[in-house]
Nanobody, 120 residues
Protein backbone atom coordinates (compact mmCIF):
# COMPACT_ATOMS: atom_id res chain seq x y z
CA UNK A 1 0.00 0.00 0.00
CA UNK A 2 1.09 3.56 -0.73
CA UNK A 3 0.66 6.48 1.61
CA UNK A 4 0.94 10.13 0.64
CA UNK A 5 1.10 12.73 3.40
CA UNK A 6 0.81 16.43 2.58
CA UNK A 7 1.97 19.27 4.79
CA UNK A 8 2.65 22.98 4.59
CA UNK A 9 -0.79 24.42 4.07
CA UNK A 10 -2.14 27.36 5.99
CA UNK A 11 -3.44 30.90 5.88
CA UNK A 12 -1.48 33.44 3.86
CA UNK A 13 -2.12 36.96 2.63
CA UNK A 14 -2.50 37.72 -1.07
CA UNK A 15 0.91 38.03 -2.67
CA UNK A 16 2.46 35.70 -0.13
CA UNK A 17 4.14 32.32 -0.51
CA UNK A 18 3.74 28.80 0.78
CA UNK A 19 5.61 25.57 0.17
CA UNK A 20 3.67 22.34 0.21
CA UNK A 21 5.38 19.02 0.80
CA UNK A 22 4.24 15.48 0.11
CA UNK A 23 5.96 12.49 1.70
CA UNK A 24 5.44 9.17 -0.04
CA UNK A 25 5.84 5.81 1.66
CA UNK A 26 4.83 2.20 1.33
CA UNK A 27 6.18 -1.28 0.97
CA UNK A 28 7.75 -1.86 -2.41
CA UNK A 29 6.72 1.62 -3.57
CA UNK A 30 9.11 2.51 -6.36
CA UNK A 31 8.75 6.27 -6.13
CA UNK A 32 10.86 7.15 -9.13
CA UNK A 33 8.62 5.37 -11.65
CA UNK A 34 5.57 7.39 -10.63
CA UNK A 35 4.49 10.70 -12.05
CA UNK A 36 3.71 12.94 -9.08
CA UNK A 37 1.24 15.75 -9.06
CA UNK A 38 -0.64 18.35 -7.09
CA UNK A 39 -4.36 18.87 -7.54
CA UNK A 40 -6.72 21.24 -5.77
CA UNK A 41 -10.39 21.47 -5.02
CA UNK A 42 -12.21 24.58 -3.94
CA UNK A 43 -15.63 24.43 -2.27
CA UNK A 44 -18.34 23.72 -4.82
CA UNK A 45 -15.84 23.05 -7.61
CA UNK A 46 -14.35 19.99 -9.21
CA UNK A 47 -10.85 18.85 -8.39
CA UNK A 48 -8.39 20.31 -10.88
CA UNK A 49 -4.83 19.71 -11.92
CA UNK A 50 -2.29 22.18 -10.56
CA UNK A 51 1.03 20.67 -11.62
CA UNK A 52 2.67 17.35 -12.42
CA UNK A 53 6.25 16.13 -12.61
CA UNK A 54 7.56 12.93 -14.11
CA UNK A 55 10.87 11.22 -13.50
CA UNK A 56 13.04 12.42 -15.19
CA UNK A 57 11.85 15.88 -14.50
CA UNK A 58 9.28 16.90 -17.08
CA UNK A 59 6.78 19.33 -15.61
CA UNK A 60 3.30 20.47 -16.54
CA UNK A 61 1.29 23.33 -15.04
CA UNK A 62 -2.24 24.62 -15.16
CA UNK A 63 -2.36 27.93 -17.01
CA UNK A 64 -3.66 29.65 -13.89
CA UNK A 65 -0.46 28.91 -11.92
CA UNK A 66 2.24 29.13 -14.60
CA UNK A 67 5.01 31.48 -13.56
CA UNK A 68 3.86 31.47 -9.91
CA UNK A 69 4.05 27.83 -8.82
CA UNK A 70 6.97 25.40 -9.12
CA UNK A 71 6.76 21.65 -8.65
CA UNK A 72 9.82 19.62 -7.77
CA UNK A 73 10.70 16.15 -6.50
CA UNK A 74 13.45 14.42 -4.57
CA UNK A 75 13.51 10.77 -5.54
CA UNK A 76 16.03 9.85 -2.85
CA UNK A 77 13.75 11.22 -0.13
CA UNK A 78 10.49 10.19 -1.85
CA UNK A 79 9.25 13.76 -1.59
CA UNK A 80 7.43 16.11 -3.92
CA UNK A 81 7.07 19.85 -3.34
CA UNK A 82 4.96 22.71 -4.58
CA UNK A 83 6.41 26.18 -4.15
CA UNK A 84 3.59 28.69 -4.45
CA UNK A 85 4.42 32.36 -4.90
CA UNK A 86 2.30 35.44 -5.57
CA UNK A 87 -0.70 33.68 -4.11
CA UNK A 88 -4.17 34.92 -4.99
CA UNK A 89 -7.52 34.47 -3.21
CA UNK A 90 -8.59 32.20 -6.07
CA UNK A 91 -5.80 29.80 -5.10
CA UNK A 92 -7.76 29.00 -1.95
CA UNK A 93 -8.50 25.27 -1.97
CA UNK A 94 -7.64 21.92 -0.50
CA UNK A 95 -4.45 20.71 -2.18
CA UNK A 96 -3.94 17.01 -2.81
CA UNK A 97 -0.84 15.05 -3.65
CA UNK A 98 -1.17 12.41 -6.36
CA UNK A 99 1.00 9.50 -7.49
CA UNK A 100 0.25 7.83 -10.82
CA UNK A 101 2.20 5.25 -12.80
CA UNK A 102 -0.45 4.74 -15.45
CA UNK A 103 -2.40 1.55 -16.05
CA UNK A 104 -5.60 2.64 -14.34
CA UNK A 105 -6.94 3.43 -10.85
CA UNK A 106 -5.10 0.48 -9.34
CA UNK A 107 -1.86 2.41 -9.79
CA UNK A 108 -3.05 5.83 -8.65
CA UNK A 109 -2.89 7.15 -5.10
CA UNK A 110 -4.08 10.28 -3.29
CA UNK A 111 -3.16 12.02 -0.09
CA UNK A 112 -5.67 13.38 2.42
CA UNK A 113 -5.10 16.98 1.40
CA UNK A 114 -3.88 20.16 3.02
CA UNK A 115 -5.86 23.41 3.14
CA UNK A 116 -4.50 26.60 1.61
CA UNK A 117 -6.38 29.80 2.34
CA UNK A 118 -5.36 33.08 0.73
CA UNK A 119 -7.05 35.98 2.43
CA UNK A 120 -6.30 39.36 3.91
Amino acid sequence: QVQLAESGGGLVQPGGSLRLSCAASGNRFTFNIYAMGWYRQAPGKQRELVATITSPYNTNYADSVKGRFTISRDNAKKMVYLQMNSLKPEDTAAYYCNANRGGGPKYEYWGQGTQVTVSS
